[in-house]
């Protein structure tokens, strides 16, 4: 048997392992280590990469971001800012007819900017909005459904420790993937409470209405929710701003809210290392996961399967489309037997060598030359240029053509079609990012074995698993056109880098 085959024979017993509760980053760690020992007819070259992989993998800069992200979300909890980004949507739209369940989506968008994780959201969340959502005559079916979307809000509006391991793995900038986070983050959410106003409407016994909270009742519990504004703005902004790292951005942001936590009471020495605790239990899982991830990785790299997968995607003359559609349809059947973070380390070291040599198209050489060209002139880059160089510029840019290196050069423009590939290879992985994270969230919410669902669903044992999946559906139609959006339209995703 070849190395090939024995790395594709790999990935079936590797999901068999899974199937049979064998933990992920276990299960990943053994394929890894004896597949190794099969491929070097030996464990001599296993034993040695476990002698150096732990320190290499966890001695990374990157990943002392993930227990201070954790951290921060724990102090969130523990600080009273869910409760605070409840009260302040719900008195904005509340009295609405599903104005609560809207103030939930709400919030949990809110939450997300602080927290990082979809499960910690979910359960924070639910805790908080599921007795009010119960109060005002909410049906169980829809108030869990909507607790659980609004829970996958978690890992994709930044700060994000999935995205900040995506990263990792695809060997992008974490402050650039957090911004093109933001606008499809924000078009969940918008797509979440446009979901709840067509769902009242179908099904108007499923929600009951909320007297209307008074103004100055509104904008002192608006006013309350500035901690958790403060914090994403120093967190995020910070970060894009060049102010400091993603990790130097972690830092400020688990102080923030840790100061926040104590200032508003709820933050003591118990709590305190109650926080350290349940970061460190977080924390060791994700990093063992992260190892094991990382001999399993090296064990495809030894048989080449990434890179064999990829050159027989474009021998094949596949679709750019039609890859991304086949690679989206599998990560929503892996959503419903693992979660988020363990599928990204399982699968990104497989699928993006694949996409990373498709051309989607997201980069246009001479549109972007002639962008250039033009910010240039505009900057007075054309003085002391020779009018008849000038206007052979101009000419050809009238006639939407590529501009000569030497022309270009005439006005200090040096851009090359391979730094236009480059580029392109960037934006496909961040784009890439983005809309797998969404597609991995959605497997969570996927019946019959959504992860969130449970979660969720426990919380309300008054409601059976049955009514949660009946009204999740509408919410996983959100999820499918926008989906679909990000792909038609990539610009909407890049937006903010252009």
Known sequence: MSNIEIGLWSFPLLMLAIFLRVPIGLAMFLAGFLGLGVVNDGFSTALAKLKTEPYTTFASYSLSIVPLFLLMGHFATIGGMSQALFRAAEGWLGHRKGGVAMAAIGACAGFGAICGSSLATAATMGRTALP????????????????AAGGTLGILIPPSVVLVIYAILAEQNIAKL????????????????????????????????????????????????????????????????????????????????????????????????????????STAMIFFIVLGAAFYNGFLAVTQVPQTAAGWVVEQGFSPWTVLIIILVFYLLLGCLMDSLSMILLTIPIF???????????VDFVSMQHDMIREAIKAGAGEGVAPEVLDEIKALLAQGVEVPRQLAAEIGVRFTEARANAIGVEYTALWFGIIVLIVVEVGLITPPVGMILFIINAMDRSTPIIETYKGVLYFITSDIIRVAILILFPAITLFLLY
């Open 132 to 147: 009010e959502l119960r109060k005002y005559g909410y049906s169980g079916g829809f108030s869990t459904a909507t607790l």
């Open 352 to 362: 993006y060598p694949i996409i990373s040599v498709l051309d989607f198209g997201l």
């Open 178 to 281: 957090f911004l093109v986070a933001i606008i499809p983050g924000l078009l969940a959410a918008l797509g979440y409470i446009l979901t709840i106003s067509i769902y009242v409407r179908l099904n108007p016994d499923s929600a009951g209405v909320r007297p209307p909270v008074p103004y100055s009742e509104r904008f002192v519990a608006l006013l309350n929710v500035w901690p958790v504004l403060l914090v994403f703005a120093l967190v995020v902004g910070g970060i894009y701003g060049g102010l400091f790292t993603p990790t130097e951005g972690a830092a400020v942001g688990a102080l923030g809210t840790g100061l926040i936590a104590f200032a508003n009471k709820g933050l003591n020495f118990k709590e305190l290392l109650g926080s350290f605790t349940a970061t460190a239990r």
